[in-house]
C-alpha cells in the first residue's frame, strides 16, 4: 500500500496503482502494508486481508492510534535546529522505533545553518547509545543520507518544519509531482503531506514520507517495553537494589546513581519518568 486518506488507499497492484477501500468500517491499513484485493472496476478495487508484517510504527493517545509505517527497513527521525529542536520529540519517535524493532537514524538536516552545530554537539551523547547521527543538508548535501537509504524501506518521520519535504525532493526529484498526483486521486489536497506516502527511491529501495508532527504519544507501551526502549536503562537491568526497581525513587537505584554522575542524559530519564507516570496514572482510572 502505498498512500492512504481516511479509508481511501492507493495500492501499487504491480501493473498500476490501484484505488482502493476496505469493506464496511474496517481500516487498520498502514502505508508499507502487503494487502490482497479485488477489483471492483476498472482501477478500482476493495482490500481482502493485511498480511502479516514484520513491524509496524504508529502512535497513540487515549483516542485512537496512527498509524505510520509498516514493514520498514528503518526509520530516519529527521531533526534540525531551526526551527527550536524539542528532545522529548526525538526522545518519544526513539522509544516507539525501539519498541517496534526497527533500527533509527537521527538526521540531522539543515546542516548549512550556523545553529546546527551547538546541536550536533547536544545530540552526540545519541551516538554513544547506538544511534546512528547523518549531518545533512536538504538544500547542498545528502550523500549520507542517499547511502543509507539504498537498497533499503525507509520511513522517514519528524516535527513539521525540519525539512522533510524538502529532503524528499532532493532525493527523488519526481517526488513533488507523484505527490500531486497522489493527493488528486485521494482528494485531499495537493502538495499537503496529511498521510504516510511511500516512493520509490532512484538507487533502489523506498522511501515513505510521513506527516509532521507536533507530538507523538506512547499510550501504547507496557512498563516492560518502556524500560527495554531506553538502552541505557535496559544496559542497566539487575544491578539496581531491588528487582522490580522502575527507576524512579528507589535507593540503590543504578540508573538514578548514572544520571547524577552523568552517566545518563537527563532529559531522557525526565522523559522516561514522564512516561511512566502517564502510565501508572492511566492503569489507576
Do not use: W
Not at 84 to 98: N, Q
Not at 102 to 112: G, R, T
Not at 245 to 256: D, I, N, T, Y
Amino acid at each position: 500500500m502505498v498512500a492512504a486518506h481516511g479509508r481511501q488507499f492507493l495500492v501499487d497492484g504491480g501493473e498500476g496503482v490501484i484505488e482502493c477501500v476496505t469493506r464496511g468500517k474496517k481500516g487498520g491499513v498502514a502505508c508499507g502494508d502487503r494487502v490482497t484485493f479485488a477489483m471492483t472496476s476498472a482501477g478500482h478495487g476493495v482490500i481482502e486481508n493485511i498480511e502479516p508484517r514484520r513491524n509496524l510504527l504508529y502512535r497513540s493517545d487515549e483516542f485512537r492510534s496512527k498509524l505510520i509505517a509498516a514493514n520498514v527497513d528503518q526509520a530516519g527521525i529527521v531533526v534540525a535546529a531551526v526551527p527550536a529542536f524539542h528532545e522529548e520529540l526525538l526522545i518519544r519517535c526513539l522509544v516507539a522505533c525501539e519498541v517496534a524493532g526497527i533500527p533509527a537514524l537521527i538526521v540531522l538536516n539543515k546542516a548549512d545553518l550556523p545553529e546546527t552545530q551547538a546541536l550536533e554537539r547536544r545530540l552526540a551523547p545519541y551516538a554513544e547509545l547506538g544511534y546512528t547521527l547523518l549531518r545533512v543538508s536538504a538544500r547542498e548535501d545528502v550523500a549520507a543520507l542517499e547511502e543509507r537509504l539504498a537498497g533499503h524501506v525507509s520511513v522517514l518521520a519528524g516535527a513539521s518544519g525540519v525539512g522533510k519535504s524538502t529532503l524528499l525532493n532532493r532525493l527523488i526529484p519526481d517526488a513533488c509531482a507523484a505527490t500531486a498526483e497522489i493527493s488528486f486521486a485521494l482528494d485531499a489536497g495537493k502538495h499537503t503531506t496529511t498521510q504516510a506516502r511511500m516512493f520509490h527511491l532512484p538507487g533502489g529501495g523506498a522511501l515513505i514520507d510521513s506527516p509532521g508532527m507536533q507530538e507523538f504519544g506512547l499510550k501504547h507501551l507496557n512498563q516492560d517495553e518502556l524500560m527495554a526502549a531506553f538502552p541505557e536503562i535496559h544496559s542497566r537491568r539487575g544491578l539496581c537494589r531491588f528487582y522490580n526497581c522502575r527507576h524512579v525513587k528507589e535507593p540503590g537505584c543504578a540508573v538514578l546513581e548514572a544520571a547524577m554522575d552523568g552517566g545518563i542524559l537527563v532529559n531522557r530519564l525526565r522523559v522516561y519518568h514522564s512516561l511512566l507516570a502517564q502510565m501508572l496514572t492511566s492503569r489507576q482510572l
